[in-house]
């Protein structure tokens, strides 16, 4: 290995190489700007994720005429959701039509469309500064540390997103600890299940399985998460869920934007793209869409009015930002017991599970 401490000059710094940060380096007018995307993910280090690519996501995929390779789909594709409330007991069953994927094989997907005319850099983001106009961002590789002098940043660093900690520690919204964990099964049932038990945790877990892997996973308060996850399993047995010695348990922080927090879009150079701004639905916790969509629609803004077009992004957001706002109004009707009773007991959208001789 050799240590080397460089600086290098670019146009565009992106931090992140999730679906939002991959969707812009592939959108930005890569002849026009020199543009470096970094991203540190590995198969050891993925994000953890429920890996479902909903019907709003398939829709901006179509848009660009680009179709999903095989090897990121797994077993078995789902059509329903089983929502389960532990506080009543009652069970209910939702048509849902998401594609069953593996997380890690689509963000490897999304980033094999960027052009080569883009510098992806394998590092971690370790700092950045202001420095008049332009800034200063280092990154950790494994060849030494490279300091990029760059005229924009894009944070696309999801949820804990150091580029926000950084120019927008004021921006605060509410946030949970994600806790999921991998088990071994030759079963194809309990499939996908969203349940909601109020007495470990104000939101919700789910189980899926893909492939030979059934995975539990959970939106916990920060405090005593890891115990309310291990009573929440304990409580899930009598729902018919079975543990055993779990694979891999993995973690990481999830937000939930309120109507009084908003989002957080950046300003004077700093873009702030996907769960980084808060993109995210609250009721359902589905954000690869916004932050698709979030990354191509700051590539349009950037590429017709240049390197400062944060009024053109804010613009470019507002229907997503309204979408995402009316989701917190269904967060609170999904999410109060009260009228999630109501809402289940009427059976509203519910589908009648039909009796089957042969099973
Ligand atoms: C447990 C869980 C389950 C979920 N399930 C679903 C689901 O089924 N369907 C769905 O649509 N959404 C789901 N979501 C939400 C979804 O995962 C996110 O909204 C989405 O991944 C956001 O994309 P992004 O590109 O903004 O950020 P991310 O996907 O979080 O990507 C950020 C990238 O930035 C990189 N990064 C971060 N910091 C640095 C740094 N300092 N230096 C270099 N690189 C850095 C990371 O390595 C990562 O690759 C789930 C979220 C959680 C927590």
Redesign the pocket.
């Known amino acids: 290995m050799c240590n080397r401490n460089v600086t290098e000059k670019c146009d565009i710094m992106i931090?992140?190489?999730?679906?939002?940060?991959?969707?812009f380096a592939r959108l930005i007018d890569s002849a026009k700007y020199k543009v470096v995307l970094?991203?540190?993910?590995t198969d050891k280090?993925?994000?953890?994720?429920?890996?479902?690519?909903?019907p709003?996501?398939q829709k901006i995929l179509a848009e660009f005429d680009l179709s999903l390779p095989k090897d990121v789909l797994v077993d078995p594709q789902i059509f329903s959701v089983k929502t389960i409330d532990a506080h009543t007991g009652k069970i209910r069953y939702y048509p849902r039509f998401?594609m069953n994927m593996d997380?890690f094989s689509f963000?490897k997907w999304l980033l094999s469309l960027v052009p080569r005319e883009v510098d992806v850099v394998n590092?971690?983001?370790?700092q950045i500064n202001a420095c008049g106009e332009c800034f200063n961002v280092i990154?950790n590789t494994n060849m030494g540390k490279v300091n990029y002098v760059c005229k924009a940043v894009v944070g696309?660093?999801?949820?804990?997103?150091?580029?926000r900690r950084t120019f927008f520690p004021s921006y605060k919204t509410k946030s949970?600890v994600?806790?999921?964990q991998w088990f071994a099964t030759d079963e194809m049932n309990p499939f996908y299940s969203c349940i909601f038990d109020p007495k470990t945790s104000p939101s919700c877990s789910?189980s899926?399985v893909k492939d030979s892997y059934f995975i539990f996973?959970?939106?916990f308060e920060a405090c005593k998460c890891r115990e309310n996850f291990e009573k929440q399993k304990k409580r899930m047995e009598s729902f018919g869920f079975t543990f055993s010695e779990p694979i891999k348990t993995?973690?990481?922080?999830?937000?939930r934007p309120t109507l009084k927090s908003g989002f957080c879009l950046g300003g004077g150079g700093v873009y702030l793209?996907?769960?980084?701004?808060g993109?995210?639905?609250p009721s359902?916790?589905?954000?690869?869409?916004?932050?698709?969509k979030?990354?191509t629609v700051l590539s349009e803004a950037i590429n017709k009015s240049g390197l400062r077009a944060h009024k053109g992004y804010e613009h470019k957001t507002l229907h997503m930002r309204l979408r995402l706002l009316l989701k917190c109004i269904k967060h609170y009707f999904m999410y109060t017991p009260f009228f999630r009773k109501i809402i289940m007991n009427t059976g509203i959208q519910s589908i009648e599970l039909k009796k089957q001789i042969h099973k």
């Open positions: 931090i992140g190489a999730g679906p939002a940060g991959s969707t970094v991203d540190g993910q280090n993925s994000k953890p994720c429920g890996g479902l690519l909903a709003d996501a998401y997380r963000d590092g971690k983001c370790t990154v696309a660093d999801g949820a804990n997103s150091m580029v949970y994600a806790i999921q789910w899926i996973g959970g939106a993995e973690a990481c922080m999830v937000l793209i996907g769960e980084a701004a993109f995210i639905s359902s916790f589905e954000g690869i869409s916004s932050a698709i979030s990354g």
